[in-house]
């Protein structure tokens, strides 16, 4: 996995958090939920470690579909101009902006679609400023193809936050064995994904950040064990059956704005 070229070249004046948490908080104080998604909501949970900083980098959101046109709305009153075109066709599943600093903002409504369908609905106001954790994690564990910066962000979040435990800052094992046992296309992207941690992390001993308060690693078992022990749906078990002879997962494209 090498490293993009463009986060080589990200300086802190690429930081595209300050703006992007201000826009989460000003929807909050306006009594909106407007949250982080990717690697900013993995900064947001996990403050403490260094910042993993791309030149160029966008603002990826989430919002729910009751809440969708008033998000619209406050978004243009602070000053994010809307494409129009894209959102009127799309605008029930993700809308496009362009904030103030030029930067460009997508707000995924209900659901985060990529190799699997997140809908990040069920612990949406569990944090203030983004997605719940799990979900967070969730968006990075359905990746089947993994790369550095993902892998990075999985090992921040494990070794960050901790496996259960009812904390609001914590990573829900309740919602994660649910959606384990209920859906064997995850579980199969999910647990070969937690399965690479130990060798990517071999391989990349730098993806694990300085002054981790848990052991990812230990952590990630921990979530392997659980996705292997739930107890598994009818619909699991007869995809299961199937296996890998049909493609379990979709390969998503980029949208055109």
């Not at 603002?59 to 009751?66: E, G, L, Q, R």
């Not at 999985?154 to 384990?180: E, N, Y």
Request: proline letters at 7%; hydrophobic letters at 45%; one cysteine or more.
């Amino acid at each position: 996995m090498g490293t993009p070229s463009a986060a080589a070249a990200a300086t802190p004046a690429d930081d595209p958090l300050p703006e992007a948490l201000g826009l989460a908080r000003g929807a909050a104080q306006a009594s909106l939920g407007l949250k982080l998604l990717g690697g900013l909501a993995v900064r947001v949970l996990c403050p403490e470690f260094p910042p993993r900083l791309r030149a160029g980098q966008d603002m990826d959101f989430a919002c729910v579909s009751k809440e969708r046109k008033k998000v619209a709305d406050w978004l243009a009153s602070a000053g994010c101009e809307a494409d129009r075109r894209f959102n009127n066709l799309n605008g029930d599943r993700q809308m496009y902006f362009n904030a103030p600093s030029g930067r460009p903002i997508d707000v995924m409504v209900n659901q985060l679609t990529m190799c699997h369908n997140l809908d990040f609905r069920a612990g949406f106001d569990r944090q203030p400023f983004t997605i719940d954790a799990v979900d967070v994690l969730l968006s990075k564990l359905q990746i089947v193809e993994l790369n550095e910066k993902d892998a990075h962000d999985i090992v921040h979040l494990l070794a960050g936050l901790p496996v259960g435990g009812g904390a609001q800052a914590s990573i829900d094992t309740d919602r994660f064995a649910k959606l384990m046992g209920a859906d064997w296309g995850w579980w199969r992207t999910v647990t070969g994904n937690l399965e690479k941690l130990p060798a990517l992390v071999a391989e990349r001993p730098g993806l694990v950040p300085p002054g981790a308060l848990y052991d990812a690693l230990a952590q990630a078992r921990q979530l392997l064990e659980l996705a292997q022990q739930t107890p598994k749906s009818m619909k699991w078990k007869l995809r299961a059956a199937t296996g890998e002879r049909m493609r379990w997962y979709e390969l998503p494209e980029e949208v055109a704005h």
